[in-house]
């Protein structure tokens, strides 16, 4: 072996050595080399339970239309669920009395016993949201809302009568806060009734306000 050819052989030993040195250093240690191994136990986790605000309960107040007798001052109590987001069943309680002044100007004794008469119905309905959205109070502060449709069936008892009734009407709700919102309502209750002789179908509107409760 010749000077050069000894100087080439060392020289590449040198760059072959440098190599091996860099990719050790570059290595990741491995487990048995590290100073502390972490040991953690695992944690069992309790997950929150959010209320999910499917039941409302609320009272109204409002005017009731009685066809032929006028209007009157009407109050009442509801009580309904949500199925979706979309879709909610509602229960209704409500009564009002109606006056037959009217008719005692023309008929001696008036039409009822008394010149007031109670009025009291009940109905299960089903509503649909068509309309989510927000009612903005000023420029900075926005309010969820909901307007609806809603129909559904029930009873009506009217002057000792007590009559099968169909309701109409669509709604408006405004969330104050998250589990209490602001209603209004506009209904039309439809029954026939026998007060004047002849039994006719009867449009009676009914215009209410009021507060639900979500829990």
């Known amino acids: 072996m010749n000077k050069k050819t000894m100087h080439r052989f060392l020289l590449a030993t040198a760059l072959v ?18 100073v502390v191994v972490p040991e953690v136990d695992r944690r069992d986790i309790n997950v929150p339970k959010f209320p999910s605000n499917d039941f409302e309960i609320g009272a109204f107040v409002g005017t009731y239309a009685t066809q032929n007798f006028g209007t009157s001052a009407v109050g009442g109590v509801r009580l309904g669920y949500h199925i979706t987001e979309d879709f909610f069943v509602e229960g209704v309680y409500a009564q009002t009395k ?8 023309i008929l001696p004794g008036g039409v009822f016993p008394a010149e007031k008469e109670k009025l009291s119905y009940y109905n299960v309905s089903i509503g649909y949201n068509v309309l989510p959205g927000e009612v903005f109070i000023g420029a900075k502060r926005a309010k969820p809302s909901q307007l609806y449709l809603i129909g559904g069936v029930g009873s009506t008892k009217f002057d000792q009568q007590r009559r099968p009734t169909y309701n109409v009407g669509f709604g408006f709700r405004v969330f104050l806060i998250d589990a209490v919102a602001l209603q209004l309502d506009m209904r039309d209750h439809i029954y026939s009734v026998d007060l004047l002789g002849k039994r006719q179908s009867t449009q009676n509107l009914e215009l209410t306000g009021g507060l639900a409760v979500y829990f």
């Open 17 to 34: 050595g440098s190599c091996v040195t860099a990719f050790a250093a570059d290595a990741p240690p491995s487990t048995s080399d590290q």
């Open 98 to 105: 109606v006056s037959d002044a009217a008719f005692r100007q």
